[in-house]
């Protein structure tokens, strides 16, 4: 019995990933506890041997004159029979044999011992999605919700839901398909972690062209800031420490490559990639891409007149104000559009 309890501990380890110094604590208190149970108030010691692979339990008992507690004393005379030398007040330790508790203290050690297996599980689990915070990972989808709208997805850790407002707009899913999700938030809970994912993060854009260009992965390429509105646009600034770099061309890669494989994750979501300037003025005049900008002037400290063209003034300002608004966002300018 002993032999395959410890090769319960080594599977345990190996497959879930549990310490078995941890499940050997908590099976000692479980031990103790039934003891506790089944004797009243006893001093009992567990003793473990993981290389002989044995398991034992000894209640401890003081050598007295007179008995007055069976379970806490014994008297000199049943010491001795024990071991000879034993004296007055020395604690002397027998045997118990566990597999003669009731069933109840025994139901109770087993209870303890599986309370212990979940516990280490979601201490995993939430060892594991704290890593995996503000990262992007890939979910498989297992069911959806026809009335929700919520995907219930497996992670590869556990199954988390991506709620219906974490998607992005009219996107559609089906089961079995693997889809990549942002992780904004990881929160313990009694019943284990509990998970935010999103499709819609700013991050996520972010994240996606840090996995996939390679000058990014090495810090050639620096992202400054992302802004975006889900299903619709984003606009991501790029710089480069390299000066043989085009930042831009990087994250677009050849023939578009690199940001078509992105922009088909986001369900064709279109992205501007801008080359940041530490010159607002040049900043602010990238960030209205696509519109061709005349020129820009700063009228205070966080705001500026821009000047486009008349037959630029639509493409600036964009389909109900997305363009300028995106831009304001990613430059941190406030953005009065202009013509001359």
Known sequence: MNI????????????KGIPKDYMLEKIEAALVGACKKELGTANVRVSIDSEKRDVKVYLQREVVEV?????????????????????????????????NFRRLSAQAAKNMIIQAIREAERGMMI??????????????????D??????????????????????????EFEV???????????KK???????????????MVKRLFELDVPEIQDGSVIIKSVTREAGSRSK??????????????????????????????????????????????????????????QSVELDGERSCKVYVAPDQL???????????????????????????
């Open 236 to 293: 991501m600034a790029v710089y480069s420490r390299d000066e043989s770099i085009d930042p831009v061309g990087a994250c677009i890669g050849n023939h578009g490559m690199r940001i078509a494989s992105i922009v088909n994750e986001l369900r064709g979501e279109k992205i501007d990639i801008i080359k940041y300037s530490e010159v607002p003025e040049e900043f602010i005049a990238a960030a209205l891409s696509p519109a061709s900008v």
């Open 127 to 144: 060892k594991e999605y704290e890593s995996k915070k503000e990262e992007v990972i890939t979910a498989t989808v297992q069911k959806i």
């Open 176 to 186: 079995g398909e693997h889809i990549k999700v942002f992780v904004t938030e990881v």
């Open 67 to 99: 008995v007055e507690d069976e379970t806490t004393q014994i008297s000199l005379e049943d010491a001795k029979k024990i071991s000879k030398r034993t004296t007055l007040g020395a604690i002397v330790e027998t045997e118990v044999k566990t597999k």
């Open 146 to 171: 026809p009335l929700t709208g919520n995907v219930v997805v497996d992670t590869g850790t556990s199954v988390a839901t991506l709620l219906k407002t974490e998607q992005i707009p009219n996107e």
């Open 189 to 203: 809970e009694s019943r284990g972690p509990v998970v935010t994912l999103s499709r819609t993060h700013p991050h």
């Open 4 to 15: 395959e309890f410890f090769t319960a501990l080594e599977l345990l380890e190996k497959e």
């Open 314 to 340: 639509s493409l600036a300002i964009g389909r109900v104000g997305q363009n300028a608004r995106l831009a304001a966002r990613l430059t941190g300018y406030k953005i009065d559009i202009k013509t001359k």
